[in-house]
Protein backbone atom coordinates (compact mmCIF):
# COMPACT_ATOMS: atom_id res chain seq x y z
CA UNK A 1 0.00 0.00 0.00
CA UNK A 2 0.93 3.08 -0.80
CA UNK A 3 -0.31 6.61 0.71
CA UNK A 4 0.26 10.50 0.58
CA UNK A 5 -1.72 12.00 3.48
CA UNK A 6 -1.43 16.03 3.74
CA UNK A 7 -1.55 18.18 6.84
CA UNK A 8 -1.39 22.29 7.03
CA UNK A 9 1.94 22.55 6.03
CA UNK A 10 3.51 18.91 5.02
CA UNK A 11 2.88 15.24 3.80
CA UNK A 12 3.66 12.55 4.87
CA UNK A 13 3.90 9.40 2.12
CA UNK A 14 3.51 5.90 3.71
CA UNK A 15 4.84 2.60 2.16
CA UNK A 16 3.73 -0.64 3.40
CA UNK A 17 4.52 -4.26 2.34
CA UNK A 18 7.79 -5.11 0.51
CA UNK A 19 7.01 -4.40 -3.54
CA UNK A 20 6.35 -8.74 -4.92
CA UNK A 21 7.39 -6.92 -8.17
CA UNK A 22 7.44 -3.39 -10.73
CA UNK A 23 5.86 -4.05 -14.02
CA UNK A 24 5.43 -1.25 -16.32
CA UNK A 25 6.48 1.32 -18.62
CA UNK A 26 6.98 4.95 -17.28
CA UNK A 27 7.21 8.40 -18.84
CA UNK A 28 9.46 10.72 -16.54
CA UNK A 29 9.10 14.49 -16.24
CA UNK A 30 11.50 16.46 -18.67
CA UNK A 31 14.81 17.65 -17.72
CA UNK A 32 15.59 19.85 -14.59
CA UNK A 33 18.60 21.16 -15.63
CA UNK A 34 17.70 21.37 -19.75
CA UNK A 35 14.43 22.86 -18.89
CA UNK A 36 15.94 25.52 -16.53
CA UNK A 37 17.99 26.70 -19.57
CA UNK A 38 15.42 26.92 -21.97
CA UNK A 39 13.24 29.45 -19.57
CA UNK A 40 16.44 31.54 -19.01
CA UNK A 41 17.92 31.83 -22.72
CA UNK A 42 14.49 32.62 -23.88
CA UNK A 43 13.90 35.02 -21.41
CA UNK A 44 17.11 36.76 -22.70
CA UNK A 45 16.82 36.25 -26.62
CA UNK A 46 15.26 38.12 -29.53
CA UNK A 47 12.12 36.67 -30.79
CA UNK A 48 9.82 33.60 -29.44
CA UNK A 49 10.99 30.59 -28.01
CA UNK A 50 9.07 27.61 -27.55
CA UNK A 51 9.69 24.61 -25.43
CA UNK A 52 8.16 21.56 -25.21
CA UNK A 53 8.31 18.64 -22.37
CA UNK A 54 8.58 21.50 -19.62
CA UNK A 55 9.60 19.94 -16.14
CA UNK A 56 6.64 21.26 -14.44
CA UNK A 57 8.06 21.06 -10.48
CA UNK A 58 8.47 24.00 -8.29
CA UNK A 59 12.27 24.81 -9.47
CA UNK A 60 11.53 25.91 -13.11
CA UNK A 61 8.44 27.45 -12.20
CA UNK A 62 10.68 29.72 -10.22
CA UNK A 63 13.06 30.65 -12.92
CA UNK A 64 9.60 31.65 -14.65
CA UNK A 65 8.52 34.20 -12.24
CA UNK A 66 11.81 35.45 -11.90
CA UNK A 67 11.90 35.80 -15.78
CA UNK A 68 8.59 37.29 -15.80
CA UNK A 69 9.03 39.80 -13.28
CA UNK A 70 12.14 41.33 -15.17
CA UNK A 71 9.77 41.47 -18.31
CA UNK A 72 10.01 38.09 -20.51
CA UNK A 73 6.75 36.96 -21.53
CA UNK A 74 6.53 33.23 -20.77
CA UNK A 75 2.71 32.06 -21.32
CA UNK A 76 1.23 29.34 -18.75
CA UNK A 77 3.44 26.12 -17.91
CA UNK A 78 2.56 23.13 -19.15
CA UNK A 79 4.54 19.46 -20.38
CA UNK A 80 3.28 20.48 -24.36
CA UNK A 81 4.46 23.79 -25.07
CA UNK A 82 5.41 27.20 -23.74
CA UNK A 83 6.13 30.19 -25.47
CA UNK A 84 8.61 32.40 -24.54
CA UNK A 85 9.47 36.20 -25.84
CA UNK A 86 12.01 37.46 -24.84
CA UNK A 87 13.97 40.85 -24.15
CA UNK A 88 17.74 40.65 -25.51
CA UNK A 89 20.49 40.11 -23.49
CA UNK A 90 20.90 43.32 -21.90
CA UNK A 91 17.16 44.01 -22.27
CA UNK A 92 16.43 42.85 -18.28
CA UNK A 93 14.11 45.01 -16.28
CA UNK A 94 14.88 45.91 -12.90
CA UNK A 95 11.99 43.87 -11.25
CA UNK A 96 9.53 46.06 -8.46
CA UNK A 97 9.91 43.42 -5.63
CA UNK A 98 12.69 40.78 -4.80
CA UNK A 99 13.26 37.83 -6.73
CA UNK A 100 12.63 35.03 -4.67
CA UNK A 101 14.43 31.46 -6.02
CA UNK A 102 12.49 29.46 -3.99
CA UNK A 103 14.84 26.08 -3.54
CA UNK A 104 16.04 26.59 -6.89
CA UNK A 105 19.94 26.87 -6.60
CA UNK A 106 20.37 26.42 -10.15
CA UNK A 107 17.81 29.50 -10.76
CA UNK A 108 20.28 31.83 -8.41
CA UNK A 109 23.49 30.74 -9.27
CA UNK A 110 22.29 30.73 -13.69
CA UNK A 111 20.30 34.06 -12.64
CA UNK A 112 23.23 36.50 -11.22
CA UNK A 113 25.79 35.46 -13.59
CA UNK A 114 23.07 37.71 -16.11
CA UNK A 115 22.02 40.66 -13.57
CA UNK A 116 25.50 41.10 -12.78
CA UNK A 117 25.91 42.52 -16.53
CA UNK A 118 22.82 44.52 -16.51
CA UNK A 119 24.30 48.08 -16.46
CA UNK A 120 22.95 50.30 -14.12
CA UNK A 121 20.51 48.12 -12.81
CA UNK A 122 19.49 46.95 -9.40
CA UNK A 123 18.34 43.65 -8.33
CA UNK A 124 17.99 41.64 -5.24
CA UNK A 125 17.31 38.05 -5.04
CA UNK A 126 16.29 35.63 -1.98
CA UNK A 127 14.98 32.01 -1.63
CA UNK A 128 13.57 29.80 0.50
CA UNK A 129 15.20 28.51 3.66
CA UNK A 130 17.17 25.95 2.46
CA UNK A 131 18.45 27.87 -0.45
CA UNK A 132 19.42 30.62 2.01
CA UNK A 133 22.29 28.32 3.66
CA UNK A 134 23.49 27.51 0.52
CA UNK A 135 26.73 29.03 -0.52
CA UNK A 136 26.57 31.43 -3.21
CA UNK A 137 30.50 32.66 -3.05
CA UNK A 138 31.56 29.99 -5.48
CA UNK A 139 29.97 32.05 -8.35
CA UNK A 140 30.13 35.58 -6.80
CA UNK A 141 33.67 35.31 -6.50
CA UNK A 142 35.03 34.77 -10.10
CA UNK A 143 31.51 37.30 -11.01
CA UNK A 144 33.64 39.80 -8.74
CA UNK A 145 36.54 39.37 -11.06
CA UNK A 146 34.89 40.23 -13.84
CA UNK A 147 33.84 43.18 -12.17
CA UNK A 148 30.32 42.70 -10.54
CA UNK A 149 29.10 44.36 -7.58
CA UNK A 150 27.04 42.26 -5.09
CA UNK A 151 26.50 42.24 -1.79
CA UNK A 152 24.69 39.56 0.49
CA UNK A 153 24.92 37.74 4.15
CA UNK A 154 27.87 36.45 6.16
CA UNK A 155 30.71 38.41 3.56
CA UNK A 156 28.93 38.28 0.73
CA UNK A 157 28.19 34.29 0.82
CA UNK A 158 24.68 33.41 0.92
CA UNK A 159 21.18 34.92 -0.08
CA UNK A 160 19.68 37.53 0.79
CA UNK A 161 21.88 39.06 -2.32
CA UNK A 162 21.90 42.81 -3.64
CA UNK A 163 23.44 43.09 -7.43
CA UNK A 164 24.02 46.44 -8.81
CA UNK A 165 24.64 45.56 -12.78
CA UNK A 166 28.31 46.52 -14.07
CA UNK A 167 29.48 46.23 -17.42
CA UNK A 168 31.67 42.93 -17.21
CA UNK A 169 35.19 42.30 -18.36
CA UNK A 170 36.12 38.89 -19.75
CA UNK A 171 38.25 36.84 -17.56
CA UNK A 172 39.63 33.29 -17.65
CA UNK A 173 38.40 31.14 -14.57
CA UNK A 174 39.99 28.09 -13.04
CA UNK A 175 37.53 26.81 -10.60
CA UNK A 176 38.43 25.05 -8.13
CA UNK A 177 35.21 21.99 -8.35
CA UNK A 178 33.62 20.95 -11.29
CA UNK A 179 30.12 22.15 -11.30
CA UNK A 180 27.91 22.98 -14.37
CA UNK A 181 26.11 25.80 -11.97
CA UNK A 182 29.75 27.25 -11.35
CA UNK A 183 30.56 27.26 -15.40
CA UNK A 184 26.93 27.91 -16.58
CA UNK A 185 27.00 31.51 -14.50
CA UNK A 186 30.45 32.62 -15.52
CA UNK A 187 29.18 31.75 -19.00
CA UNK A 188 26.60 33.97 -19.21
CA UNK A 189 28.09 36.63 -17.27
CA UNK A 190 30.65 36.26 -20.46
CA UNK A 191 27.91 36.24 -23.08
CA UNK A 192 27.00 40.19 -21.93
CA UNK A 193 30.93 40.92 -21.61
CA UNK A 194 32.48 42.19 -24.96
CA UNK A 195 35.99 39.65 -25.41
CA UNK A 196 36.00 36.26 -24.74
CA UNK A 197 35.50 34.31 -21.24
CA UNK A 198 37.01 31.11 -20.59
CA UNK A 199 35.97 28.21 -17.85
CA UNK A 200 38.83 25.67 -17.17
CA UNK A 201 37.21 23.01 -15.00
CA UNK A 202 39.22 20.31 -12.63
CA UNK A 203 37.08 17.43 -14.37
CA UNK A 204 34.14 17.89 -16.90
CA UNK A 205 31.06 18.75 -15.44
CA UNK A 206 26.98 18.86 -17.56
CA UNK A 207 27.18 20.67 -20.59
CA UNK A 208 23.69 21.63 -21.66
CA UNK A 209 24.17 25.30 -20.76
CA UNK A 210 26.82 25.03 -24.05
CA UNK A 211 24.72 22.85 -26.53
CA UNK A 212 21.83 25.30 -25.75
CA UNK A 213 23.82 28.59 -26.18
CA UNK A 214 25.23 27.19 -29.31
CA UNK A 215 21.80 26.15 -30.53
CA UNK A 216 20.54 29.51 -29.79
CA UNK A 217 23.29 31.32 -31.86
CA UNK A 218 26.32 31.43 -28.96
CA UNK A 219 29.83 31.16 -30.37
CA UNK A 220 31.82 29.10 -28.33
CA UNK A 221 34.95 27.22 -28.42
CA UNK A 222 35.64 23.77 -26.33
CA UNK A 223 38.66 22.31 -25.65
CA UNK A 224 37.77 18.54 -24.01
CA UNK A 225 41.43 18.03 -23.43
CA UNK A 226 41.94 21.27 -20.65
CA UNK A 227 37.92 20.56 -19.70
CA UNK A 228 37.56 24.28 -20.95
CA UNK A 229 35.24 26.17 -22.98
CA UNK A 230 35.03 30.13 -24.38
CA UNK A 231 32.40 32.23 -25.15
CA UNK A 232 32.80 35.21 -27.20
CA UNK A 233 30.51 37.83 -25.66
CA UNK A 234 28.54 40.63 -27.70
CA UNK A 235 27.10 37.74 -29.86
CA UNK A 236 22.99 38.06 -29.63
CA UNK A 237 20.64 34.78 -28.99
CA UNK A 238 17.77 34.19 -31.23
CA UNK A 239 14.86 32.12 -29.74
CA UNK A 240 14.52 28.40 -30.94
CA UNK A 241 12.18 25.54 -30.65
CA UNK A 242 13.30 23.15 -27.62
CA UNK A 243 12.21 19.46 -26.76
CA UNK A 244 13.41 18.90 -23.07
CA UNK A 245 13.78 15.07 -22.97
CA UNK A 246 13.36 12.90 -20.01
CA UNK A 247 15.53 13.70 -17.07
CA UNK A 248 17.98 11.13 -16.33
CA UNK A 249 18.01 11.46 -12.96
CA UNK A 250 14.69 11.36 -12.07
CA UNK A 251 14.89 7.86 -14.25
CA UNK A 252 17.83 6.98 -11.61
CA UNK A 253 14.88 6.20 -9.26
CA UNK A 254 13.04 3.01 -11.26
CA UNK A 255 16.42 2.01 -12.75
CA UNK A 256 17.91 1.05 -8.89
CA UNK A 257 14.03 0.27 -8.20
CA UNK A 258 13.91 -2.13 -11.23
CA UNK A 259 17.47 -3.86 -10.13
CA UNK A 260 16.68 -4.19 -6.74
CA UNK A 261 13.10 -5.48 -6.08
CA UNK A 262 12.38 -8.68 -7.46
CA UNK A 263 10.90 -10.14 -10.28
CA UNK A 264 10.56 -6.62 -12.02
CA UNK A 265 11.16 -5.35 -15.40
CA UNK A 266 10.30 -1.56 -16.02
CA UNK A 267 11.01 0.70 -19.44
CA UNK A 268 12.00 4.17 -19.27
CA UNK A 269 10.87 6.35 -22.50
CA UNK A 270 12.88 9.01 -23.93
CA UNK A 271 15.51 9.31 -21.34
CA UNK A 272 18.42 11.86 -22.09
CA UNK A 273 21.45 9.92 -22.19
CA UNK A 274 23.56 13.27 -22.19
CA UNK A 275 27.45 12.01 -22.19
CA UNK A 276 27.91 14.23 -19.03
CA UNK A 277 25.01 12.76 -17.18
CA UNK A 278 25.49 9.35 -17.64
CA UNK A 279 27.77 8.15 -14.90
CA UNK A 280 24.67 6.57 -13.39
CA UNK A 281 24.25 4.06 -16.02
CA UNK A 282 28.03 3.31 -15.79
CA UNK A 283 27.86 3.14 -11.73
CA UNK A 284 24.88 0.65 -12.43
CA UNK A 285 26.89 -1.55 -14.74
CA UNK A 286 29.27 -1.79 -12.94
CA UNK A 287 27.09 -2.76 -9.94
CA UNK A 288 26.06 -5.46 -12.49
CA UNK A 289 22.37 -3.88 -12.96
CA UNK A 290 20.49 -5.64 -16.20
CA UNK A 291 20.26 -2.22 -18.23
CA UNK A 292 19.65 -2.07 -21.75
CA UNK A 293 19.42 1.30 -24.14
CA UNK A 294 17.00 0.76 -26.62
CA UNK A 295 16.09 3.26 -29.54
CA UNK A 296 18.93 5.50 -29.12
CA UNK A 297 18.14 9.15 -31.40
CA UNK A 298 18.87 12.89 -30.81
CA UNK A 299 16.68 15.27 -29.71
CA UNK A 300 17.63 19.03 -30.21
CA UNK A 301 21.09 18.64 -29.84
CA UNK A 302 20.46 16.18 -26.74
CA UNK A 303 21.18 12.07 -27.11
CA UNK A 304 17.96 10.12 -25.97
CA UNK A 305 17.13 6.91 -25.42
CA UNK A 306 14.77 4.53 -23.83
CA UNK A 307 16.18 2.25 -20.91
CA UNK A 308 14.80 -1.21 -19.97
CA UNK A 309 15.97 -2.17 -16.74
CA UNK A 310 15.27 -5.83 -14.92
CA UNK A 311 15.93 -7.35 -11.75
CA UNK A 312 19.89 -7.79 -11.07
CA UNK A 313 21.91 -8.73 -8.49
CA UNK A 314 24.11 -5.82 -7.42
CA UNK A 315 27.56 -6.31 -6.17
CA UNK A 316 29.47 -3.69 -4.87
CA UNK A 317 31.73 -1.31 -6.04
CA UNK A 318 33.90 2.00 -5.76
CA UNK A 319 33.28 5.19 -7.07
CA UNK A 320 35.40 8.19 -6.94
CA UNK A 321 37.17 10.67 -9.58
CA UNK A 322 36.18 11.85 -12.47
CA UNK A 323 32.92 9.64 -12.33
CA UNK A 324 31.09 11.62 -9.30
CA UNK A 325 30.34 15.21 -11.06
CA UNK A 326 28.57 13.22 -13.80
CA UNK A 327 26.19 11.65 -11.25
CA UNK A 328 26.55 13.96 -8.07
CA UNK A 329 22.48 14.08 -8.04
CA UNK A 330 22.32 10.15 -8.23
CA UNK A 331 24.36 9.16 -5.20
CA UNK A 332 21.16 9.19 -2.94
CA UNK A 333 20.03 6.57 -4.80
CA UNK A 334 23.23 4.88 -5.36
CA UNK A 335 23.58 4.33 -1.50
CA UNK A 336 20.05 2.82 -1.80
CA UNK A 337 21.61 -0.31 -4.70
CA UNK A 338 24.82 -0.17 -2.10
CA UNK A 339 21.95 -1.66 0.49
CA UNK A 340 20.94 -4.56 -1.80
CA UNK A 341 24.69 -5.38 -3.11
CA UNK A 342 26.73 -8.05 -2.08
CA UNK A 343 30.60 -6.52 -1.03
CA UNK A 344 30.93 -2.87 0.62
CA UNK A 345 30.08 -0.32 -1.43
CA UNK A 346 32.60 2.76 -0.84
CA UNK A 347 31.71 6.94 -2.44
CA UNK A 348 34.58 9.05 -2.31
CA UNK A 349 35.01 12.40 -3.57
CA UNK A 350 31.53 13.50 -3.14
CA UNK A 351 31.92 16.58 -0.96
CA UNK A 352 29.59 18.81 -2.75
CA UNK A 353 26.89 16.89 -1.32
CA UNK A 354 27.19 18.43 1.49
CA UNK A 355 26.00 21.83 0.28
CA UNK A 356 23.17 20.30 -1.72
CA UNK A 357 19.38 20.96 -0.66
CA UNK A 358 20.20 18.84 2.05
CA UNK A 359 23.61 17.35 3.70
CA UNK A 360 23.12 14.23 1.52
CA UNK A 361 25.82 12.56 2.79
CA UNK A 362 24.89 12.75 6.65
CA UNK A 363 21.10 12.69 5.92
CA UNK A 364 21.39 9.41 3.83
CA UNK A 365 23.69 7.61 6.20
CA UNK A 366 20.90 8.75 9.35
CA UNK A 367 18.01 7.80 7.42
CA UNK A 368 19.13 5.00 5.95
CA UNK A 369 20.50 4.04 9.02
CA UNK A 370 16.84 4.14 10.61
CA UNK A 371 16.13 1.48 8.52
CA UNK A 372 19.17 -1.26 9.45
CA UNK A 373 21.22 -0.58 6.93
CA UNK A 374 25.16 -0.86 7.56
CA UNK A 375 26.19 2.36 6.34
CA UNK A 376 28.96 4.95 7.26
CA UNK A 377 28.96 8.82 6.53
CA UNK A 378 33.20 9.44 5.42
CA UNK A 379 34.20 13.08 5.42
CA UNK A 380 34.09 13.16 1.62
CA UNK A 381 31.43 10.11 0.85
CA UNK A 382 29.81 6.98 1.95
CA UNK A 383 30.69 3.46 2.92
CA UNK A 384 28.02 0.92 2.76
CA UNK A 385 27.74 -2.79 3.83
CA UNK A 386 25.20 -4.53 1.49
CA UNK A 387 23.01 -7.64 2.52
CA UNK A 388 21.41 -5.69 5.73
CA UNK A 389 17.46 -6.83 5.04
CA UNK A 390 15.77 -3.00 5.32
CA UNK A 391 13.25 -2.54 7.58
CA UNK A 392 10.18 0.16 7.72
CA UNK A 393 11.00 2.81 9.78
CA UNK A 394 9.95 6.76 10.33
CA UNK A 395 12.37 8.62 8.39
CA UNK A 396 12.86 11.99 7.07
CA UNK A 397 13.44 14.07 3.74
CA UNK A 398 15.06 16.99 4.91
CA UNK A 399 12.61 19.07 2.95
CA UNK A 400 14.86 17.52 0.03
CA UNK A 401 13.46 15.65 -2.96
CA UNK A 402 15.73 13.16 -3.77
CA UNK A 403 16.44 12.32 -0.42
CA UNK A 404 12.26 11.61 -0.11
CA UNK A 405 12.22 9.72 -3.76
CA UNK A 406 15.67 7.70 -2.66
CA UNK A 407 13.75 6.97 0.93
CA UNK A 408 10.44 5.53 -1.05
CA UNK A 409 12.57 3.10 -3.24
CA UNK A 410 14.29 1.69 0.07
CA UNK A 411 10.97 1.45 1.63
CA UNK A 412 9.18 -0.86 -1.48
CA UNK A 413 12.04 -3.11 -0.34
CA UNK A 414 11.94 -3.20 3.35
CA UNK A 415 9.74 -5.12 5.33
CA UNK A 416 6.99 -3.12 7.20
CA UNK A 417 5.32 0.08 7.24
CA UNK A 418 8.01 3.37 5.94
CA UNK A 419 6.95 6.95 6.76
CA UNK A 420 8.30 9.58 5.11
CA UNK A 421 7.68 13.03 6.77
CA UNK A 422 7.76 16.46 5.04
CA UNK A 423 7.48 14.42 1.33
CA UNK A 424 5.86 17.40 -0.24
CA UNK A 425 9.94 18.16 -0.87
CA UNK A 426 8.54 15.39 -4.30
CA UNK A 427 7.07 18.03 -5.84
CA UNK A 428 10.62 20.42 -6.51
CA UNK A 429 11.54 17.90 -9.62
CA UNK A 430 8.97 15.26 -9.64
CA UNK A 431 5.53 16.01 -9.02
CA UNK A 432 4.07 12.68 -10.34
CA UNK A 433 6.62 10.53 -8.92
CA UNK A 434 3.69 9.09 -6.30
CA UNK A 435 1.10 8.18 -8.83
CA UNK A 436 4.14 6.65 -10.91
CA UNK A 437 4.62 4.60 -7.70
CA UNK A 438 1.09 3.04 -7.19
CA UNK A 439 0.95 2.18 -11.36
CA UNK A 440 3.74 0.30 -11.26
CA UNK A 441 3.54 -1.42 -7.36
CA UNK A 442 2.72 -5.34 -7.43
Known amino acids: MINLTHNQNSSQLVISHQAQSLQGNITIPGDKSISHRALMLGAIASGETIIKGLLLGEDPRSTAKCFQAMGAKISELNSEEVRVIGVGEKGLQEPFDVLDAGNSGTTMRLMLGLLAAQSGKFFSVTGDDSLKTRPMSRVIKPLQEMGAIIYGRNNHQNAPLAVVGQNLKPIHYHSPIASAQVKSCILLAGLMSEGKTTVTEPALSRDHSERMLHAFGGKLEIDQDTNSVTIEGGTPLQGQTVIVPGDISSAAFWLVAGAITPDSELTITNVGINPTRTGILE ?46 DEIPILAVAACFAEGTTIIKDAEELRVKESDRLAVMALELGKMGAKITELPEGLEITGGNPLRGAEVDSYTDHRIAMSLAIAALNAKGNTIINRAEAISISYPTFVNTLKEIFN
Do not use: F, H, W, Y
Open 283 to 328: ALEMMGADITIINERETAGEPVADLQVKTSQLKACTLSGAIIPRLI
